[in-house]
């Protein structure tokens, strides 16, 4: 089975102290320290195990700069048969919709039978996967938290829905999977992983190898703009519960019943 | 009837199976060499280890843990009788050579032990022989009856091992009685055709034997002497041969483990032996996975064990429950060994040990805190094979969700919190505290002679920064012109290594190596026992190192440091050893001498004190590990300190102060122990003349870091 992950480069939110630049229209990039988006990298696990099964290959592809090879060299450590970057001039500034139209292109070049991307980019909103199975008139899940191979070119695929249920489904290939964390527990990447994998030439490819129209992606093409960037105020800090131990337990069952959550 | 012999000549009673002792002979020397020769097959194929230096070194280790016995009276029964048993066979090995080339010589006497020399000998041989007999006998009564705890086998780890225990001691035993009754039937036999009978030790089992049989017929003397002759043999070969196949190969192995034992304390293995730092890409696996990438020494080790239980009887994850057992580490390992290395057949290794042999909480379960090692009577060796191992794991991408994201922040941000390089020094900043100690960066603007290096804990945690401020105002109350390097440490990687990253480890050293050689720094201080054990053991060509309890001991002594008495003289203190401090460094006395030196301060041991210090959950990463266990090892740790009657402890490493207080919330004793670092107290009670102004910023810092929690 050949699958296609799409991954990107996001600010690691767990090793960042996220401020606001002096024009308030972006956040202070100077000292951020990035990783690949979390769910992209369940992603690329999932499709690991899918290949250990079934056989096949691993593509993961990114669409940004130069420093976005980053995540795709910790991916390739982590078993991805091959990594591609798609960068051009002409994509700064795409909006989700563009990313789409960029990925379908490479998609097109290419003949996969499943493609996956993260179920949401942690500075995104969750857009990509479902404009691209669209755009490529594939069928489309998202939130996918398990896969099954079967016969006849063909998943079983579970679904997280609301109030912790699940949902199976069976899904036609190729089709596109948004993957949920949680699937699977992502394999180490240390960096001598990394190492080996440094010296790996990487294809970039633009406009012209994907032959996309320039006119339909980029900030000119972008039908979503983003006007304001802003860090909501802080609210009340946290309540401390004083008294005995009894006490602070049946406040707090008090509150947590009166919030719904003991029933 | 035979006539009477000449008082030399010795009834050839034993001629006539000459034959058939010689073929007992070659069968059981050839069984032996070919025993021990399967036996090595592993070891040929293992993993490289060079210990092949510093033999003097290692003659003493032979001669302090095998001949001295070094480490068997800190288990008293157990010990003494080994101790016994041990001097019986030492006395016996000359003997058992003359027995067995008596069967072949019946008049051959060992050169030297001829004449007045030899009755000595004898004398000294038939004692051992009881001994080691009534030392077989109350041990085989030991594990029937008593039932030494230790000796049980968990479920999880397989059948018990009492039978083959119970077996091997019978069979020693029965050796020690046939050897006896040989010289009984020999003297009886003698003393009835009035020849020299050769005199037995009063009171011994031959005497005791020989008093049985006086009256015995003579013929019947020669077949009790023949028998007992072919009991020993058939014995003493059969023992030979099966030895092997169990804990008592140690009797043959244990000289070589401890010649070839480790003499680095604190260090932890190269990935591969014999390949340098710059080469290390090139080794195409990391670590053990299969059983032969274990080195020959570590096999050594598994054939070795005797599994007297000491090691897993002082582990904390085996005491709270965690599912690392280090006996079966070792008796798993020797199981794996003889199944799959048969003495017939091909031997098979393919197998990855990890899932089959040992499950990975296991591996991840140790906090390198070394109890083990420091127990082991034949120095078999734990913490290399757990960090060889994980390094296996590591090499595989297979390592815990909750350890990854520490180790991508250590990789990215150079510490395990992911915060930002640039607050490193924030501890140094609080207001109150800058304006009574500032704190110099040594930028290559700013010089000074002493490093003091912080580490990541105390650099960010909140509450262990009071330990780094502390150690700030000693350094800076004995006058030492001191700084820290600030945002270029990173964390010491003291336990990235331990946990088996070595090569992020290596990334972490070689900067903290440029950051500290080009601060020009002649000597490092530091509060942090991994950070002082990295610094003094994993990093090369370091300055002098020094924790802070030595410079607080030293300081005391000379003078710069003197103590105001205990405010509260109800008190009772005990000290709580750091793994790092005492057992990998030794350094025992110097914080107890800080302590007895501060008036007033009553101080009391806990039972697991110094070298039997009990870890209290491990540092470093090992606090980012959820293990499965049924308590927290701090909190038997606080515990224990409750039943020593102390109602503070103190500690000198700021993980065993982070696991020890959350232990007293964790065990509901907030208000009844308290916890404290050894500077924090240091720093507390130091006379200050005429520093008032001093004093009271500190108390300020103390009540906002406590409210910043």
């Known amino acids: 089975m050949e699958i296609l992950v799409c991954a990107r480069r996001v600010p690691d939110t767990s090793e960042n102290e996220i401020t606001l630049n002096s024009a308030g229209n972006d956040i202070e990039r100077d000292e951020l320290v990035y990783s690949v988006n979390e769910p992209d990298n369940y992603a690329v696990e999932e499709a690991l195990q899918i290949v250990a099964k079934a056989g096949g290959n691993v593509t993961v592809v990114t669409v940004g700069g130069e420093d976005d090879e980053e995540i795709l060299r910790r991916e390739m450590a982590m078993g991805a048969h091959h990594g591609v970057l798609i960068s051009d001039e002409a994509f700064n500034g795409s909006d989700g919709r563009g990313i789409a139209t960029i990925l379908k292109g490479f998609v097109q070049k290419g003949n996969y039978d499943l493609i996956l991307t993260g179920v949401q980019a942690e500075d995104g909103g969750a857009q990509v996967g479902g404009m691209l199975a669209a755009m490529l008139d594939y069928p489309f899940a998202s939130l996918v938290n398990s896969i099954e191979v079967l016969d006849g070119r063909k998943l079983k695929i579970g679904r997280e829905i609301a109030g912790g249920n699940r949902e199976i489904s069976e899904i036609d290939l190729p089709c596109v999977l948004s993957i949920q964390t949680g699937i699977n527990e992502p394999r180490y990447v240390g960096m001598r992983g990394i190492r080996a994998v440094a010296s790996v030439p990487i294809p970039t490819y633009g406009v012209s190898e994907l032959g996309i129209d320039p006119g339909a992606v980029g900030e000119a093409a972008a039908r979503v703009k983003r006007v304001d960037y802003f860090l909501p105020q802080l609210g009340k800090g946290a309540e401390m519960l004083e008294g005995s131990r009894e006490e602070v337990i049946d406040k707090l069952v008090e509150l947590v019943a009166a919030k719904g959550g003991l029933k | ?709």
């Not at chain 2, 994850?317 to 290395?341: C, E, M, W």
């Not at chain 2, 304006?435 to 990541?456: E, I, M, R, W």
């Not at chain 2, 070595?502 to 950070?531: C, Q, W, Y």
Request: net charge neutral; proline share 4%.
């Open chain 2, 1 to 709: 009837m035979e006539g009477i012999q000449l008082a030399t000549q010795v009834t050839p009673w034993l001629a006539s199976g000459r034959t058939l002792f010689l073929i007992i002979h070659l069968l059981g020397i050839t069984g032996f060499a070919y025993i021990v020769a399967m036996r090595l097959v592993p070891l040929l194929r293992a993993q490289r280890d060079l210990r092949f230096d510093r033999p003097l070194a290692r003659v003493g280790k032979v001669l302090k843990f095998g001949l001295a016995q070094w480490k068997h009276p800190r288990y008293r029964v157990a010990g003494i009788l080994h101790i016994f048993i041990f001097a019986g066979f030492i006395c016996l090995v000359i003997r058992a050579f003359y027995v067995l080339i008596v069967g072949v010589s019946e008049n051959f006497v060992m050169p030297g032990l001829s004449g007045e020399a030899g009755h000595v000998y004898n004398i000294i041989t038939d004692y051992a022989a009881t001994v080691v007999f009534l030392c077989m006998v109350i041990a085989i009564v030991r594990r029937l009856v008593f039932k030494p705890a230790r000796y049980a086998v968990p479920e999880k780890f397989g059948k018990a091992h009492t039978a083959d225990a119970v077996f091997l001691l019978a069979l020693i035993a029965v050796l020690m009685l046939a050897d006896s009754l040989f010289s009984a039937a020999r003297a009886a036999g003698q003393a009835q055709q009035g020849q020299t009978v050769e005199v037995l030790a009063a009171w011994s089992l031959p005497w005791m034997l020989k008093s049985l049989l006086a009256s015995s017929s003579l013929s019947a003397l020669k077949d009790v002497y023949f028998g007992a002759y072919l009991l020993h043999e058939v014995t003493f070969y059969f023992l030979l041969c099966y030895r092997p196949f169990g804990i008592q190969f140690h009797v043959e192995t244990s000289l070589f483990n401890l010649y070839f034992a480790k003499l680095e304390r604190g260090t932890v293995k190269p990935v591969r032996y014999g390949v340098s730092d710059e080469h290390l890409d090139q080794v195409k696996s990391f670590g053990v996975k299969t059983f032969e990438d274990f080195t020959w020494k570590h096999m050594l080790d598994f054939y070795s064990c005797a599994d007297c239980g000491r090691c897993s009887d002082n582990c904390p994850a085996n005491a709270v429950g965690r599912p690392l057992s280090p006996r079966f580490i070792t008796t798993k390992a020797r199981d794996y060994a003889f199944q799959h290395y048969p003495m017939f057949g091909k031997s098979t290794n393919h197998q990855p040990l990890i899932g089959n042999l040992y499950s990975e909480d296991e591996i991840w379960s140790c906090t390198t805190c070394g109890a083990c090692e420091e127990e082991c009577p034949l120095l078999v060796e734990y913490i290399d094979k757990i960090v060889d191992l994980r390094r296996g794991m590591i090499d595989d991408g297979n390592v815990p969700q909750s350890l990854q994201k520490p180790l991508k922040a250590l990789e990215s941000r150079g510490n395990p919190y992911g915060k930002m390089e640039k607050k490193r020094a924030d501890w140094a900043n609080a207001k109150e505290f800058r304006q009574t100690c500032p704190v110099k960066t040594l930028d290559g603007k700013n010089h000074a002679d002493t490093l003091y290096f912080v580490d990541s804990v105390t650099s960010y945690d909140d509450r262990m920064q009071s330990i780094g401020r502390a150690t700030a105002k000693i350094l800076d109350h004995v006058g030492e012109n001191f700084g820290i390097l600030g945002t270029a440490e990173k964390d010491s990687g003291h336990e990235v290594r331990r946990f088996g990253e070595e090569t992020l480890f290596m990334a972490l050293r070689d900067h903290n190596v440029d950051a500290i050689k080009a601060s020009g720094a002649k000597r490092i201080v530091t509060a942090d026992p991994h950070a002082f054990n990295a610094l003094k053991h994993d990093y090369k060509d370091m300055p002098p190192v020094e924790h802070i309890s030595q410079v607080i001991a030293s300081e005391v002594k000379s003078g710069k440091i003197t103590f105001n008495a205990v405010e509260n003289g109800k008190d009772v203190y005990t000290y709580h050893d750091p793994c790092y401090l005492g057992r990998h460094n030794q350094i025992y006395d110097d914080p107890r001498n800080v302590l007895d030196a501060i008036p007033g301060l009553k101080r009391v041991e806990m039972s697991r004190s110094r070298d039997r210090s009990f870890c209290c959950g491990g540092g470093g990463l090992a606090m980012f590990y959820e293990p499965k266990e049924e308590e927290r090892m701090g909190v038997k740790r606080v515990r224990m300190a409750a039943e020593a009657g102390a109602n503070v402890i103190v500690t000198a490493c700021p993980f065993c102060m982070v696991n020890i207080e959350d232990a007293i919330k964790v065990a509901g004793m907030e208000g009844k122990m308290t916890a404290i670092d050894l500077a924090e107290l240091t720093e507390k009670q130091m006379m200050r003349e005429s520093r008032v102004l001093e004093t009271k910023g500190t108390v300020e810092i103390q009540q906002e870091s406590v409210a910043g929690r």
